[in-house]
Protein backbone atom coordinates (compact mmCIF):
# COMPACT_ATOMS: atom_id res chain seq x y z
CA UNK A 1 0.00 0.00 0.00
CA UNK A 2 1.27 3.16 -0.83
CA UNK A 3 0.00 6.81 0.49
CA UNK A 4 -0.50 10.04 -1.82
CA UNK A 5 -1.33 13.37 -0.21
CA UNK A 6 -2.05 15.97 -2.00
CA UNK A 7 -4.01 19.38 -1.77
CA UNK A 8 -1.36 21.91 0.24
CA UNK A 9 -0.70 25.76 -0.73
CA UNK A 10 -0.79 29.16 0.05
CA UNK A 11 -3.74 30.79 1.58
CA UNK A 12 -4.37 33.95 3.46
CA UNK A 13 -5.95 33.62 7.27
CA UNK A 14 -9.49 32.55 7.81
CA UNK A 15 -9.34 30.78 4.64
CA UNK A 16 -9.89 26.71 3.91
CA UNK A 17 -8.30 24.00 1.95
CA UNK A 18 -8.80 20.28 1.83
CA UNK A 19 -5.91 17.85 1.75
CA UNK A 20 -6.32 14.63 -0.17
CA UNK A 21 -4.36 11.52 0.88
CA UNK A 22 -5.35 8.37 -1.68
CA UNK A 23 -4.31 4.89 -0.34
CA UNK A 24 -3.52 2.32 -3.57
CA UNK A 25 -2.55 -0.97 -2.88
CA UNK A 26 -4.91 -3.50 -1.20
CA UNK A 27 -6.61 -2.49 2.27
CA UNK A 28 -8.55 -4.88 5.11
CA UNK A 29 -9.26 -4.78 8.49
CA UNK A 30 -10.29 -1.22 10.11
CA UNK A 31 -6.61 0.25 9.67
CA UNK A 32 -6.53 3.75 11.20
CA UNK A 33 -5.42 7.22 9.08
CA UNK A 34 -4.04 9.84 10.29
CA UNK A 35 -2.72 13.46 9.65
CA UNK A 36 0.26 14.59 11.03
CA UNK A 37 2.09 17.92 10.69
CA UNK A 38 5.37 19.01 11.15
CA UNK A 39 6.49 22.89 11.81
CA UNK A 40 9.74 24.10 10.92
CA UNK A 41 12.16 23.51 13.64
CA UNK A 42 10.12 21.25 15.16
CA UNK A 43 8.53 17.72 15.64
CA UNK A 44 5.97 15.86 13.68
CA UNK A 45 2.71 16.53 15.70
CA UNK A 46 -0.51 14.57 15.61
CA UNK A 47 -3.60 16.40 13.84
CA UNK A 48 -6.82 14.42 13.45
CA UNK A 49 -7.06 10.66 13.17
CA UNK A 50 -10.33 8.62 11.28
CA UNK A 51 -11.01 4.52 11.72
CA UNK A 52 -11.39 2.95 8.39
CA UNK A 53 -14.52 0.63 9.19
CA UNK A 54 -16.55 2.89 11.79
CA UNK A 55 -15.33 6.30 10.78
CA UNK A 56 -14.91 7.37 14.75
CA UNK A 57 -12.48 10.64 14.47
CA UNK A 58 -10.28 11.74 16.52
CA UNK A 59 -8.16 15.60 16.82
CA UNK A 60 -5.67 17.21 18.61
CA UNK A 61 -7.22 20.07 20.77
CA UNK A 62 -4.96 22.89 18.23
CA UNK A 63 -7.35 21.95 15.71
CA UNK A 64 -10.79 20.59 17.36
CA UNK A 65 -13.58 22.40 15.68
CA UNK A 66 -11.83 23.88 12.88
CA UNK A 67 -10.75 20.72 10.86
CA UNK A 68 -12.41 17.60 10.09
CA UNK A 69 -11.27 14.81 8.73
CA UNK A 70 -13.78 12.58 6.72
CA UNK A 71 -12.63 9.61 4.40
CA UNK A 72 -14.50 7.97 1.37
CA UNK A 73 -14.36 4.19 1.24
CA UNK A 74 -14.65 3.41 -2.47
CA UNK A 75 -11.86 5.67 -3.54
CA UNK A 76 -9.45 4.70 -0.64
CA UNK A 77 -9.37 8.31 0.41
CA UNK A 78 -9.10 10.36 3.59
CA UNK A 79 -9.84 14.03 3.75
CA UNK A 80 -8.86 16.77 5.98
CA UNK A 81 -11.19 19.87 5.63
CA UNK A 82 -9.04 22.69 7.25
CA UNK A 83 -11.34 26.12 7.65
CA UNK A 84 -10.51 29.14 9.94
CA UNK A 85 -6.99 28.37 9.07
CA UNK A 86 -4.51 30.56 11.33
CA UNK A 87 -0.45 30.96 10.48
CA UNK A 88 0.67 28.65 13.14
CA UNK A 89 -1.42 26.24 11.16
CA UNK A 90 1.73 26.58 8.68
CA UNK A 91 3.41 23.04 7.97
CA UNK A 92 4.16 19.96 6.11
CA UNK A 93 1.29 17.81 6.36
CA UNK A 94 1.65 13.83 6.60
CA UNK A 95 -0.55 11.38 6.11
CA UNK A 96 -0.15 7.95 7.31
CA UNK A 97 -1.96 4.53 8.22
CA UNK A 98 -2.10 2.03 10.84
CA UNK A 99 -2.88 -1.71 10.87
CA UNK A 100 -5.37 -1.03 13.91
CA UNK A 101 -7.82 1.99 15.74
CA UNK A 102 -4.78 2.03 18.12
CA UNK A 103 -5.52 3.86 21.87
CA UNK A 104 -2.47 5.63 20.71
CA UNK A 105 -3.66 6.53 17.40
CA UNK A 106 -2.11 10.36 18.43
CA UNK A 107 1.35 8.80 18.47
CA UNK A 108 3.54 8.72 14.85
CA UNK A 109 4.84 5.29 16.08
CA UNK A 110 1.90 4.17 16.13
CA UNK A 111 1.72 4.45 12.26
CA UNK A 112 3.07 1.64 9.85
CA UNK A 113 3.18 3.55 6.23
CA UNK A 114 3.61 7.36 5.51
CA UNK A 115 2.93 9.24 2.60
CA UNK A 116 5.55 12.49 1.23
CA UNK A 117 4.06 15.75 2.70
CA UNK A 118 2.14 18.43 1.40
CA UNK A 119 3.11 22.06 2.71
CA UNK A 120 0.00 24.05 3.94
CA UNK A 121 1.19 28.16 4.28
CA UNK A 122 -1.22 30.24 6.11
CA UNK A 123 -0.31 33.83 5.88
CA UNK A 124 -1.70 36.52 8.29
Known amino acids: VQLQASGGGSVQAGDSLRLSCVAS????????MGWFRQRPGSDREFVAA????????YYSGSVKGRFTISRDVGKITVYLQMNNLKSEDTAVYYC??????????????????WGQGTLVTVSS
Open 96 to 113: AAARSWSPNRDEANAYDL
Open 50 to 57: ISWNLGST
Open 25 to 32: GRTSGDYG
